[in-house]
């Protein structure tokens, strides 16, 4: 039986931060670059309070994200030798339920329905890794924890860390 | 820490069957009763081809089923002892996401959205108990599983089987 993965769509699969900062730079002008936001929390960077949780509930928000560079190809591969789930936490934004099923099916139209898990927390996700940009994700999780690079997560060390697909590819498939 | 159960929404939580039956009686105004469903496909059982998958992909299907009788009560009591989890294969019916989500705020206001899961296949669900009516999603099932009655699995005698909500507070409430 091949391993499990489950891996995450915003800032995983999905270059969530890219479509904040293209929505800011058409809104207000400023073209802020991804090396900006690092360190800093997203109310600290956007003067306007509450602009990301704004932007979140806009209708068209989650099925217009840009692919996240290399994603479809290196699932893709990973798919040769790995079990794969798309794990979710969308359950907070309803409104991102259909949008984000409308988005896989686009992008990743040979993920299977039946690997396609939209959750609240991820607790009771059992996989043998994670794939995941968030620690409350991963701090838990009872398989291998890997930490997608995102502009909140640069500064803890506590789990394998990979900086884009490339080197998600490097450390899986050495262990398939 | 609580032990933690996965509950399945249709046929467990939401009266799908009573649903079905409902409809039925509403476009051909013939009244079938539980009771004659059990032991038969639902294909033999409406002769109208296709008919179940049709009010299926109805908009307003999900939305509108019965609760099943005690379960609201049921969960109360052992949300006391347990951590619970709503689980259901929502990702075959896309359509079904929004309208779930809906159904469950509606007669359960009281499980968070951190505690509700959509998926295609359960079988990365971890889970201390598992409730569900379908075998196929408690065969694989790696804590312990507990069928709840109905028309389709009367005659499977290969998992604990509860007939109603009383039977469930009754073998749960004896494991907290």
Redesign the interface.
């Known amino acids: 039986m091949k391993k499990?993965i489950?891996i995450d769509m915003d800032g995983v699969l999905a270059d969530i931060e890219m479509q904040i900062l293209n929505w800011y730079e058409r809104d207000y002008g400023i073209k802020h670059t991804r090396e900006h936001l690092i360190g800093r929390s997203s109310d600290e960077f956007f003067p306007e309070a509450g602009l990301v949780r704004k932007y979140i509930y806009t209708p068209g928000f989650f099925q217009t994200i840009p692919l996240m560079q290399g994603a479809v190809e290196a699932v893709q591969k990973l798919m040769e030798n790995f079990e794969i789930?798309v794990v979710s936490a969308a359950?907070?934004f309803?409104l991102s339920?259909?949008e984000k099923?409308h988005w896989l099916n686009e992008h990743f139209p040979f993920i299977?329905?039946?690997?396609?898990?939209?959750?609240?927390?991820k607790s009771?996700?059992?996989?043998d890794y994670m794939i995941d940009d968030y620690p409350k994700n991963l701090d838990y999780f009872?398989g291998k924890p890997i930490m997608f690079t995102a502009y909140h997560n640069t500064t803890l060390t506590h789990h394998s860390r990979v900086n884009n697909w490339n080197e998600v590819i490097t450390l899986l498939e050495a262990e398939a």
Chains 1, 2 share one sequence.
């Open positions: 499990t489950a789930y359950m907070e309803p339920l259909p099923l299977s329905w039946r690997n396609i898990i939209f959750c609240g927390d009771i996700i059992n996989t009872k």
